[in-house]
């Protein structure tokens, strides 16, 4: 862009850039996202690129919290448009729902729940001014990584449900949050962590002090009882570090040994065993060296490289909690009696949880709602949208007779249900429990470090053995006391640190490139080439239809755009967005852009609209009759279009778009054809991944010619393009292609979700479902498919620096067992060799680029 | 007999109580979420 910005007065101006050829573009002030310019309003000081964003502003700003953007723009990580829902959240008034979530007190109630859209630090502060926001609510404190607000408010001064609906107007969607046994399992290992660290930082610290007195007394002398004193309260101090936070390693060692598998706490058993005997029996008999200090300081350091490792971990979330966020909590029952006559549109109906739904029961499902449960329909002509489960957002008709399933959208018309499945035995259900065996069916990664714990336990014994040899032909007297020492310096200290350093070091630089991994397992998987597949909408594509061709007369453009201008449907929404941007350019040359506002003058008078399920839409503008939509629609209108339009209409459906006819007053006048653009940069990032060495396949659920189309645009080998992909089988070609290595997939929508958990490295693409998230270790935080070839990048460096910090950390040891060898270890000696060991290995990761140096800052 | 030798047990007395006292921190649920305060920090109001 060239030319300079103007620099805004107050906060609340967005800044205007002047671009090239002189069109003025403005950011949305509540996201700092470009704002489609058909949406621009003259004259208003602030811009918001959808009604989403306006809400939340008008929330932010109605409560003076505009400080909110001064944090905001400290911290750009995330960048999204706000979603608003628009529910009504009546359930979480609903008494079963408290007594299932709601802890009540006498005046104040208070409940968990999980928040959609907290993807910045911003959040945090906004959700915790809450209390500013909704009179009644006392306290607000949001859990950043698990995205869980504790809630308290006083119930007789608010309703859950109006915090709710507040919560949801900010952006930030609201669930339950359920309770999940595995979350209390991860609260209480992470507690024990910490009370087993500090124990043996207290311990550590406090025999390096009495240590220290020792060593001095090494050089002038001490009292005896003195240093008898000092001796047995560190030995006193290194058993309870022995015992209460080392056990951990003993436990280790003793089940490797059981199930004869390698891990890493061998060795570290063998020398803290060594060292603890001998310790002991030198305390007590008053003879020869101790090695507290060191002993101490090993448990310490290496307890806090496990906890690094712990912290990185993910935690997969219950099949039964990712259900709840797809489906309704309530569904409206009709009485039984009622008959299979034509819906009358004031039939009686009950609310009811949707739990309480039993087979064959009848239910009125209105346009606009997520379908509760699975079933068929009794009476009712719709469309549906089928995305939760295909990822293909085009409506799908559906009439009496045939089936719909729990989660999906009604996007048309009101029909009655008759339910055949709910709950866990929906389709979606099923779905849900694929995704949590998928996840934990996954074969574990074996640790690198415990891999080479079994040898390096070996090697060690072996050079002891060898050492005993050595000095019981020199010298035997201290033959015991030096191989004891040896097998004491060989404990692996350094190496322990190694592979959770390099690991979290790299974790926190990608995500400062806004590519969140969670686990180290999926660095490790990424490093090598493999097989990755791509899934097609969303992912590939920018997941939108958008008008790519306009064919015909273009003076209609305006009639047209103001027919479509309150179109829910895709197709029709597209237009209306397309048509923006074209008019727009019309009017360019007179500076100022186009209002579309309601209020606005110069807008065209609609009457008439009537949207039909059979795929079209028609109505009179201006007194003009326009209808668009299929030929199939046109002639149930009495417009028959002519032979050259039909087969423009094949041509354009054979390129894989989607075409619709446009007729004035009865004559056909234009065709709009409407199309999923390929995101920018998804050819590049495929070559790039090529020519590293990766297989690339497309798994979607869209018609195998379209996928083939894109596979074509993309540089994927059509053999690899696979289409009208279920989201079970998705998981299979995963499965299938593991047999051979490595399967890394990306997606971003509920269909997706199951094989995201089941490859080695799902990764989640930006503004996915909240139920990818969940599921998958990597969440790309921009948009594009660019961060993949990144990751891969920095996914190798990260090994390399691994293998390098395993070499140092040997190298240490071998230096540690010669001069052990040689005689030369002192306990003075072992406790500076250790330190330095550990530093080397911090300052090399450090010191190492993950990501190539000169885009480090890189937003 | 010098110092030390009630200096010694005291000093270790003095860590089994912090330790005892960061215990009763944890146990209460005080460490359950260790990365919000690092960002509440960074807010500078009231």
Known sequence: MSGGATAPSSRDEPPSRETASAKVSMLCTHCDLPVPKGLVRAGEENQFCCQGCRVAYEVIHECGLDAFYRFRDDDPSDLQPARWSGRRFDEFDDPVFHDLYVSSGETFHSVDLFLEGVHCRACVWLIEKLPLVVDGVVEAKLNLRRSIVHLRWAADRVSLSAIARKLDRLGYTPHPKQGGTEQKLHLKEQRKQFIRIAIAGACAGNVMLISIALYLGMFSGMYHAHAQLLRWAAMGIGLVSLTWPGNLFFRGAWAAIKTRTSHMDLPIALGLSVGGVAGIVNTVLARGEIYWDSLTVLVFLLLVGRWIQFRQQRRADDAVQLLYSLTPRRAKRLSSSGSTNELESDEPWLEVPVEALNIDDLVLVLPGETIPADGFIVTGHT???????????DPVDVSAGSEVLAGTMNLSAQFRLR??????????????????????????????????????????ILLALLNLGIWWYIEPSLMIDHTISLLIVACPCALGLATPLAVAVAIGRAA?????????????????PGMIWLDKTGTLTTGQMSLVQWIGDTTVQQLVHALEKDSTHPIGMAICRGLEEELFLDSADEGRPIDFGSNSPGRLRVSQVRNSPLGGIEGVVESSRVVIGSARFLSSCGIEAGEDSLSEMLELNRQGLTAVLIAVDG???????????????????????????????????????VVRRIANHVGVDEAWALGSVTPEQKVEHVRRMQENGPVVMVGDGVNDSAALAAADVGIAVHEGAEVSLATAPVYLARAGLAPIVDLERASRRTMNVIYTNFAVSIGYNLLAVGLAMGGLISPLVAAILMPISSLTVVTLTLATPTFSTGARNQA | MSVLFIALPIAILLAVAAAAGFVWAVRGGQYDDVDTPAVRMLHDDD
Not at chain 1, 383 to 393: H, K, M, N, P, Q
Not at chain 1, 430 to 459: C, W
Not at chain 1, 513 to 526: C, D, N, P, S, Y
Not at chain 1, 678 to 704: C, F, M, P, Q, Y
Request: with cysteine; aromatic share 2%.
């Open chain 1, 383 to 393: 469309a549906v949208d089928l995305s939760l489960l295909t990822g293909e957002s």
């Open chain 1, 419 to 460: 339910v055949s499945a709910t709950g866990q035995s929906t389709r979606v259900g099923h779905l849900m429990n694929l995704v949590e065996t998928a996840s934990l069916e996954k074969t574990p990664v074996v640790q690198l470090a415990d891999r080479i714990g079994g040898y390096f336990v070996a090697t060690v």
């Open chain 1, 512 to 528: 400062r490139r806004h590519v969140l991994v969670r686990g180290g397992e999926a660095l490790e998987q990424m490093a090598k």
């Open chain 1, 667 to 705: 004559q056909v006048v234009a065709i709009a054809a409407c199309g999923d653009p390929l995101r920018t940069g998804s050819k590049e990032a495929v070559t790039a991944l090529k020519n590293r060495g990766w297989s690339v396949g497309i798994l979607s659920g869209d018609h195998t010619e």
